[in-house]
């Protein structure tokens, strides 16, 4: 059964930053790339934020270069983001995502993906 628990959602003020957490077993971990993905209520897909391969190589979605970093820790079997400078379009579930092999080519087709986390609200306010 493959797990990925979000967690570090909440609300904050534009401009603020907070820290995502998705915690996942060692045999994920160690063996597929993961990424995260956010959706907005009304919006039909889920929108790729960032993604890392096993070899730690990234990828951003263009509107959150810059600000937002994605990380793997592997004492931990914890994956994170860290948002920097939040804008209020920041404003989304964000989910975990895990597929096996290279993923940071597949960011924009969250359909490649196949293992998901239940997701973690972040609102950002004006």
């Known amino acids: 059964l493959v797990q990925l628990v979000e967690s570090g959602g909440g609300p904050v003020q534009a401009g603020g930053s907070l820290r995502l957490s998705c915690a996942t077993s060692?045999?994920?971990?160690?063996?597929?790339?993961m990424a995260w993905f956010r959706q907005v209520p009304g919006e039909k897909e889920r929108e790729g934020v960032a993604?890392?391969?096993?070899?730690?190589?990234?990828a951003y979605a263009d509107s959150v270069k810059g600000r937002f970093t994605i990380s793997r820790d592997s004492d931990k079997n914890t994956l994170y983001l860290q948002m920097n400078s939040l804008k209020v379009e920041d404003t989304a579930m964000y989910y975990c995502?895990?597929?096996?092999?290279?993923?940071?080519?597949?960011?924009?087709?969250?359909?490649?993906?196949?293992?998901w986390g239940q997701g973690t609200q972040v609102t950002v306010s004006s």
């Open positions: 995502a895990a597929e096996p092999g290279r993923v940071t080519e597949g960011l924009d087709v969250p359909l490649l993906f196949g293992y």
């Open positions: 060692a045999y994920i971990f160690g063996g597929y790339g």
């Open positions: 993604a890392i391969d096993l070899d730690g190589t990234t």
